[in-house]
């Protein structure tokens, strides 16, 4: 999801979640100018920009992915693939590749969370200005997409920005809902004629990030595996007070993660539960973590309020309350174990 969390945003987890803004318990400190946060490069034709993008078992979606990835009209200038599943067929399709490129096969899973931080740092040892981060089973919209996000970046001197999210099945549909106010949007159609939207973004799904930003917020938490990694980044975000945001003028298309978010309260709020139990451990473990930290807390007690209800009153299911504060009590006590 990413991915920008807010008042109402479920937490995600492999995901991001409908698009909110962050609360934060302490003040954020003035916004940095793009002299702080932009390379010497800018966002120029001599900035260096590397795609990071992680795959884990999915090779044919994979080749979807790079071949629009590689063929952007303002051109990639190298490409790292984070192979969490280590497989040959992987390193092959990465050597075909019409750009210069890198394979990094990993022996031990890292996760979603661990895949992007070791894809991001080796960006940065290869002298990327800028990254551009994508996963395996979503793409670009078109061959625009990084020359548009470039161009947002430098008019609005921006340290990251990020496309919108839509399905990938129906494009005009976003992949995962936001909220401006008290509405959720769900059509790229009702965000307006805007260019962008400051101080929100979903991440990893086609978010571009200076390498300077990068020094100052850190990468993914590898312990979080996945689920909930990129609300992380996000809250980093906020909090350091770097400039980012949305840029309304193209897309990240991706499998419409809608599905996992349940309304309540007469769509007043949500709840994330996905039906898989590996996928719900990590969520609601990682959303323990994520709550107990600066600039979230804010929202424990709607979390309180949101999960109670859903359990109790909606599936009438105390057994799903009891696993839900379980798990998110091994998160708050950063229990980062895996399931068997």
């Not at 740092?121 to 002298?127: C, E, F, R």
């Not at 009438?316 to 980062?336: C, I, K, M, T, V």
């Amino acid at each position: 999801m990413s991915e920008p969390t807010g008042q109402d945003a479920p937490i995600n987890a492999g995901t991001p979640a409908p698009v909110d803004s962050v609360t934060a318990d302490d003040a954020v400190p003035a916004l940095l100018t793009a002299a702080d946060v932009q390379p010497a490069a800018g966002t120029g034709p001599g900035a260096r920009v590397i795609a990071v993008v992680v795959t884990h078992k999915r090779r044919e979606l994979l080749a979807e992915s790079l071949k629009v990835v590689t063929s952007q009209s303002r051109p990639v200038d190298h490409l790292i693939v984070v192979d969490n599943g280590n497989e040959s067929e992987v390193a092959d399709l990465v050597r075909e590749q019409p750009i210069e490129s890198t394979y990094l096969g990993s022996a031990h899973n890292l996760g979603g969370a661990g895949g992007f931080a070791l894809g991001i740092l080796h960006a940065l040892t290869q002298g990327a200005d800028w990254v551009w981060l994508a996963d395996d089973d979503g793409r670009p919209e078109g061959t625009d997409v990084l020359s548009i996000l470039m161009d947002c970046a430098g008019r609005h001197g921006l340290a990251e920005v990020s496309p919108v999210v839509c399905d990938i099945d129906e494009p005009d549909r976003l992949a995962f809902p936001l909220r401006r106010g008290v509405v959720w949007r769900r059509l790229r159609s009702e965000l307006g004629d805007e260019d962008f939207l400051p101080g929100i973004a979903s991440l990893f799904n086609g978010a571009l990030i200076s390498a300077k930003a990068v020094d100052l917020i850190g990468v993914p938490d590898l312990r979080l595996f996945v689920r909930g990694d990129e609300v992380e980044v996000h809250r980093r975000l906020v909090r350091s007070g770097l400039p980012f945001g949305t840029c309304l003028q193209t897309a990240y298309l991706h499998p419409n993660g809608a599905a996992e978010f349940k309304p309540i309260l007469g769509g007043r709020m949500h709840t994330q539960y996905p039906d898989d139990p590996v996928k719900r451990y990590f969520t609601y473990r990682n959303r323990g973590y994520l709550m107990a930290q600066p600039g979230m807390r804010k929202l424990l007690p709607q979390e309180w309020i949101r999960f109670s209800w859903f359990f109790l009153v909606t599936r009438r299911d105390p057994a799903g309350l009891r696993e839900w504060f379980h798990l998110r009590s091994l998160g708050r006590n950063e229990q980062f174990g895996k399931p068997d």
